[in-house]
């Protein structure tokens, strides 16, 4: 089932930073990973990934560095700072929230 991209949008920096706390990643190696878990729901197109970590970067929460990796090419890993570390915390109390409050309001026993 496709997800509504204005309701992917607003999950986007929890999943890809949550990704990031459990090891180092690459950009496309997210977006296989997002596909994998989530039985090809999250489907994100590259061009819509990096400019995601480009500002991640840039506001601190996540590094990168070169490294070339079991294929012996060169490519861009990123890495989660403390401060992303921080903000991924909050975001997912921010879900935990919103998500139980939306089972509440639409409730049945699927979302119990």
């Given at each position: 089932m496709k997800i509504d991209k204005d309701l992917?949008?607003?999950s986007t920096t929890m999943l890809i930073l949550n990704l990031l706390s459990t090891s180092?990643?690459?950009?496309?190696?997210?977006?296989k990973e997002l596909e994998k878990r989530s039985d090809n729901t999250f489907t994100l197109k590259e061009?819509?990934?990096y400019p995601i970590l480009h500002s991640?970067?840039?506001?601190?929460m996540v590094e990168?560095?070169?490294?070339?990796?079991a294929s012996a090419r060169?490519?861009?890993?990123?890495?989660?700072?403390?401060?992303?570390q921080?903000?991924?915390d909050e975001k997912k109390k921010e879900w935990e929230v919103y998500s139980s409050t939306v089972n509440k309001v639409i409730g049945g026993a699927c979302f119990e």
């Open positions: 992917m949008k607003g180092d990643m690459y950009g496309y190696q997210m977006v061009g819509t990934m991640l970067e840039s506001e601190g990168s560095y070169w490294d070339e990796g060169k490519r861009k890993y990123y890495h989660i700072t403390n401060k992303g921080k903000l991924l």
